[in-house]
């Protein structure tokens, strides 16, 4: 793993993980509709690729020359109907199968694992949506690994707990920067590829 493409760069685990990424020595290409959202301490160490994921031909681009891919694909805190990141991640899905990329994670909920009646009502479109995105990695035949984490704290890094293709969240917190190092960590690790994999803070 020498270089990837981060989806969703600007977002507040993004950012955590341009920063993860780069700590790891790391080549890394920020895709983002507005490169000014890019922190100032990043712009001159990740390469700043101005896309829309809704747009094919400007995610094709993205993937070329990567070996890994991370998904962090958000709404900006909407909780209204949409079907912007399942669509995003069918793009993805589909330049890295025409450029020969194998390795993808991404970041959806554990409200996933969550028993049907029993997730709360506001958040039904957002979960519908990412059912969509993790129906669409199960069946896409490359190295994924889908991302499962609670509630994402601006709180300190901690110890971590992961739990590969579990029937429930394992916690109720994780550390943004903890969430992020993992997208990043995991695309090296052979043992997460095509499972499911939730994480928490411990104790938390």
Not at 95 to 107: D, F, G, L, T, Y
Not at 171 to 186: E, N, Q, Y
Request: charged share 25%.
């Amino acid at each position: 793993m020498k270089k990837v493409v981060i989806f969703g760069s600007t977002g507040m685990t993004g950012v955590c993980a341009l920063d993860a990424a780069v700590k790891k020595g790391l080549e890394v290409r920020a895709f983002v509709r507005d490169p000014a959202k890019v922190p100032e301490h990043l712009k001159d160490k990740v390469e700043i690729f101005q896309g829309n994921v809704l747009e094919p031909d400007s995610v094709m681009e993205a993937v070329e020359g990567v070996d890994g891919v991370v998904i962090l694909l958000g709404t900006r805190n909407s909780l209204e109907p949409t079907s912007d990141m399942s669509e995003g991640t069918k793009n993805i899905i589909e330049a890295m199968r025409a450029k020969n990329v194998k390795i993808v994670s991404a970041c959806m909920s554990t409200f996933l694992l969550f028993e049907p009646g029993k997730l709360p009502e506001r958040f039904k479109n957002v979960n519908d949506d990412h059912k969509r995105m993790h129906d669409a990695l199960k069946e896409c035949g490359l190295n994924w690994i889908a991302v499962l984490p609670p509630h994402i704290a601006d709180e300190p890094s901690a110890e971590i707990t992961v739990v590969v293709n579990p029937d429930k969240g394992p916690g109720r917190s994780i550390s943004k920067l903890d969430l992020a190092s993992f997208m990043i960590d995991c695309l090296s690790e052979h043992k997460y590829y095509k499972n499911t994999v939730a994480l928490c803070n411990v104790g938390k």
